[in-house]
């Protein structure tokens, strides 16, 4: 089983977990065709919902071959593909609204939600891209929904330079479009200041991984 370890807010501790409108969104432009829209606190009561997945949700501790070594993955991961029910109604629920407010720019749905259990600052994410699939060659968009103790999601154009920082959690919302996933890459790095857990849900359109 998880363990798990929140760190309380004054900002996430209702017991109704619900969603605000979207109509606050605010779009920053990166360059080479890649935005960010931020809504910070689009989810109220994130800390109930951080419970619940952390205790509900089937995770898995993935390792994989780094260096010539095969080594843990730093964070607990679950997927859940086209079709299948996510652990939460209220995420049903955010998917719809995200399809419903992108659908003019995005063309399809948002079909698959991908889970990230960052248990306390030990736990990361290397610089990458979604790039599996369809991300790899076409603009595209992920939407990550943040519940727990914030962690600052990272941003870099592909081959360096200047990074963008957006700190995430209780319920703050982050979509990436545009190019991003192509030319510009997004980490979560360790964080020593950092002592409660972290769930991010990323939702993406079929194929794109």
Request: proline share 6%.
């Amino acid at each position: 089983m998880a363990t798990h370890q929140l760190q309380g807010s004054l900002f996430d501790q209702s017991d109704d977990v619900r969603l605000g409108p979207l109509g606050g969104i605010s779009r920053t432009v990166l360059g080479d065709g890649a935005w960010i829209d931020l809504l910070p606190g689009w989810l109220s009561g994130a800390g109930v919902l951080f419970e619940r997945l952390a205790e509900d949700v089937p995770w898995k501790a993935e390792r994989r071959e780094m260096y010539e070594r095969v080594v843990d993955v730093p964070r607990l991961l679950a997927f859940y593909g086209a079709g299948e029910p996510l652990p939460h109604p209220v995420l049903d629920e955010a998917r719809r609204a995200l399809g419903a407010y992108y659908s003019d720019e995005l063309g399809e749905e948002f079909a698959t939600a991908g889970l990230c259990h960052y248990r306390d600052g030990r736990d990361s994410v290397a610089w990458h891209g979604d790039r599996i699939g369809r991300g790899a060659r076409e603009d595209t968009m992920v939407a990550i929904l943040s519940v727990g103790t914030p962690r600052d999601l990272l941003l870099r154009p592909v081959g360096g330079g200047g990074t963008v920082r957006r700190p995430l959690g209780h319920g703050d919302l982050i979509v990436m479009g545009g190019s991003c996933q192509r030319t510009w890459e997004h980490a979560i790095p360790k964080s020593a200041r950092t002592a409660g857990g972290r769930i991010s849900v990323q939702f993406r359109p079929r194929g794109v991984r």
